[in-house]
């Protein structure tokens, strides 16, 4: 028992700490048309790749009002600064 115990604490700290996930988009919205280019935080499960990410920023924009139109990339906290300023208001905003 004392063995199984220490190589389930052993295998909890190999584990790797969970990367954020993210994905930027451009949406729209319909009359009048509106357009907005965004960054929106995803859970972990969808950051398999863009297929994944496109129906969670779907689901989260549409609820909303907003209609996607391309989800652009999925990226980690590497990448949140450079796009925060492109996204103004939309930056995390969904």
């Known amino acids: 028992m004392k063995q199984i115990l220490l190589s389930l604490a052993f295998t909890a700290i190999a584990l790797p700490a969970q990367a954020a996930c993210y994905a930027d988009y451009k949406a729209k919205r319909d009359d009048p048309l509106?357009?907005?280019y965004g960054v929106m935080e995803?859970?972990?499960t969808a950051c398999?790749?863009?297929s994944a990410a496109r129906k969670q920023v779907t689901d989260r924009l549409s609820s909303q009002g907003w209609v996607l139109l391309n989800v652009l990339s999925v990226f980690d906290a590497d990448g949140l600064e450079k796009r925060k300023e492109s996204a103004g208001q939309y930056f995390l905003r969904f």
Do not use: E, F, T, V
Request: glycine fraction near 0%; charge should be positive; hydrophobic fraction near 20%.
């Open 42 to 44: 995803l859970p972990d």
């Open 34 to 36: 509106k357009l907005h």
């Open 48 to 50: 398999s790749n863009k």
